[in-house]
């Protein structure tokens, strides 16, 4: 199973970026998918979570009313669309996948996709 992640770029404060995670070798809807973040000189922390039915969605207090996690089971396809960017959102963000059902977001993933940067500037 590979996760390839795109959609990341720089942006001025304010805009919005959408990313976007397919994934090959896998089917998604078999899958609990997750977005995280790394920003320069931090740990990785989650971002926002949707189990494989769609119906479980978590997200992270920062990206709650800002972030939308959605699936497109028919393009195998993941996105996180996010809006009114910040400074603070500068991070490497990746998509994650498991096929076990986490009853917590922050649980362990099988599968990661390489990163993709997102640089927000004031």
């Known amino acids: 199973v590979q996760l390839q992640a795109s959609g990341g770029g720089s942006v001025q404060a304010g805009a919005s970026l959408r990313l976007s995670c397919h994934v090959s070798g896998g089917t998604i809807s078999t899958y609990d998918m997750a977005w995280f973040r790394q920003a320069p000189g931090k740990e990785r922390i989650i971002v926002a979570s949707m189990n494989r039915s769609g119906t479980g969605i978590y997200y992270a207090f920062y990206a709650k009313g800002r972030f939308t996690i959605s699936r497109d089971n028919a393009k195998n396809t993941v996105h996180l669309q996010m809006n009114r960017l910040e400074p603070e959102d500068t991070a490497v963000y990746y998509c994650?996948?498991?096929?076990?059902?986490?009853?917590?977001?922050?649980?362990?993933?099988?599968?990661w996709g390489q990163g993709t940067l997102v640089t927000v500037s004031s």
């Open positions: 994650a996948a498991t096929s076990t059902s986490l009853t917590n977001p922050n649980g362990n993933y099988d599968y």
